[in-house]
């Protein structure tokens, strides 16, 4: 049973472009949850989402920032017209049931680089 | 929101001594989970736990949620155990489902 698969693991963009991180969860886990690491910094919650919905979004910023979790393929966070500040380390996590019954289980992470 | 703080923020040990890593929370929560990363690499989950003791290999995690406070034990520590360990809890109280982080703790055992 493979664990939380994340892609790409490194990704470098330029200021404007945008950046797609992907995410499967664990075989059986319908319930997905990003984070972001910046940089020095603690782990910072984002969103959370099960199979087509966003239930919580409210760690994500307002504009730039989107993220999907459709009912077939990876989870995706999308992050338009990147700036600097958005450098960082993008982990998602997955669980199998409700929020606190499930143990989330963390994917090895996607490094950000805006240059 | 709850405010999660770790103590210490580092620890310098030597090889085979018991460490102790805390961890305290300011409101009630559903599950506290101890994390371990290595620099520049992936989280790795050590024990979700919601009351009591767990234990895993040299590894002892404890709660008092009365006190709002948990513990990370280490037995017999060795060098592959140096580590950022950081504690997260989830709010009971509703509002965001993700989970509220420490800052870590970086641990380094030296031979």
């Known amino acids: 049973n493979a664990g939380v698969m994340q892609n790409p693991r490194h990704l470098v963009r330029r200021r404007g472009q945008e950046a797609r991180l992907r995410c499967s969860p664990m075989?059986?886990?319908?319930?997905v949850y990003w984070y972001r690491q910046l940089p020095e910094e603690g782990l910072k919650f984002m969103v959370y989402?099960?199979?087509?919905?966003?239930?919580?979004e409210s760690g994500m910023p307002k504009e730039r920032f989107s993220a999907e979790f459709p009912k077939e393929g990876p989870s995706i966070l999308r992050i338009q017209q990147v700036v600097r500040g958005d450098s960082a380390a993008y982990f998602c996590?997955?669980?199998?049931?409700?929020?606190?019954?499930?143990?989330?289980?963390f994917g090895p992470g996607t490094r950000l680089t805006v240059l | 929101k709850n405010e999660v703080e770790q103590s210490p923020q580092n620890l310098t040990a030597q090889e085979g001594e018991f460490i102790t890593i805390n961890c305290s929370y300011s409101v009630g929560i559903s599950a506290l989970h101890w994390l371990q990363q290595h620099p520049g690499g992936g989280i790795v989950s050590l024990f979700m736990l919601s009351s009591g003791k767990k234990k895993h290999g040299r590894l002892i995690a404890t709660i008092n949620i009365q006190e709002k406070h948990s513990s990370l034990h280490i037995t017999a520590s060795h060098p592959r155990d140096s580590a950022v360990y950081i504690c997260a809890v989830l709010d009971s109280g509703g509002g965001a489902d993700g989970l509220t982080f420490g800052k870590g703790t970086h641990l380094i055992i030296q031979p």
């Open positions: 075989k059986g886990h319908s319930h």
């Open positions: 996590a997955s669980s199998v049931g409700l929020a606190g019954l499930g143990e989330q289980f």
């Open positions: 989402l099960q199979k087509e919905n966003i239930i919580d």
